[in-house]
């Protein structure tokens, strides 16, 4: 680790706003004594943390966002005008805070994420944490040590079973029903062609009989597969985690295919 590295954390609260608040605007402090990475809003109003990037609102009293992953909205003493925020003001709020900040400086300063294993273990501390926030993650530790991978091991491939699961599990069905079909009364791949079934027939079946497969065995030999063909370009993916998915369901029917011989 170099000298900048050790000054970024000897000096989050400074280094944070400095990543954060690209724009000139001059926002309040909290009640708190904190500084606020957005408006002052009133109670009630429902915005998308900058950050967090999850719905926070308070219905008690007016309150900010702030750099406080725990405690992410405090307290503030004068709102705005709730008559005069728009849906475009509050999109501009949770976009602004955000340009123009390394993510590498990000993931140390905010996560203390130093190496794709401090990740992993990151995921495993914070497995209650949001599905979005976890996504954003290892987005982030992908686009920054992605390039530093050497072993895949079970826990990064249960995770990314979890987001199939969770996020992209009608993503995958709606790609590949057409290659799961039921003859009496059991579940089987065939061609397209002979497949009469339409989408949402027996689609409960088939989704579980498709989910068999997503083991944590072939995610991980997926996943290496991936990093290993994709290691030069991670930095520049601008979602990682979608790449990824979108590539292994490609994975995933053309062995389905060779398996049918088609």
């Not at 725990?70 to 849906?87: A, G, L, R």
């Not at 996560?111 to 990740?119: G, L, N, Q």
């Not at 989910?211 to 944590?216: E, H, R």
């Not at 991980?220 to 520049?236: A, P």
């Amino acid at each position: 680790m170099n000298d900048s590295d050790n000054n970024l954390i000897s000096e989050p609260e400074t280094n944070i706003n400095k990543l954060l608040i690209s724009n000139p605007k001059k926002y309040p402090k909290s009640s708190k004594g904190n500084q606020c990475i957005g408006k002052c809003y009133p109670a009630g109003t429902k915005i998308v943390h900058p950050i967090t990037l999850e719905f926070v609102t308070n219905t008690n009293y007016p309150f900010c966002p702030v750099n406080n992953e725990d405690s992410p909205i405090e307290p503030c003493m004068i709102p705005v005008n709730k008559n005069q925020i728009s849906d475009k003001d509050l999109e501009y709020e949770t976009i602004v805070p955000n340009l123009n900040f390394d993510i590498e400086k990000f993931i140390k300063i905010y996560y203390k994420i130093f190496t794709f294993e401090e990740m992993i273990q990151w995921l495993e501390v914070n497995k209650y944490k949001s599905l979005q926030t976890k996504l954003r993650v290892l987005n982030m530790a992908l686009s920054c040590y992605g390039n530093t991978i050497d072993i895949i091991d079970s826990r990064l491939a249960e995770f990314i079973i979890e987001i199939i699961k969770k996020k992209y599990l009608l993503t995958m069905y709606y790609k590949l029903y057409g290659y799961i079909n039921v003859t009496d009364d059991k579940v089987h791949f065939s061609d397209v062609i002979s497949n009469k079934l339409d989408i949402e027939e027996r689609m409960k079946e088939r989704i579980q009989y498709m989910l068999t497969f997503v083991t944590t065995e072939e995610i991980t030999k997926f996943t290496i597969k991936y990093i290993r063909n994709r290691k030069t370009e991670l930095e520049n993916i601008i979602d990682n985690v979608d790449a990824m998915i979108t590539d292994f369901i490609i994975y995933f029917e053309n062995k389905i295919r060779t398996t049918l011989k088609i």
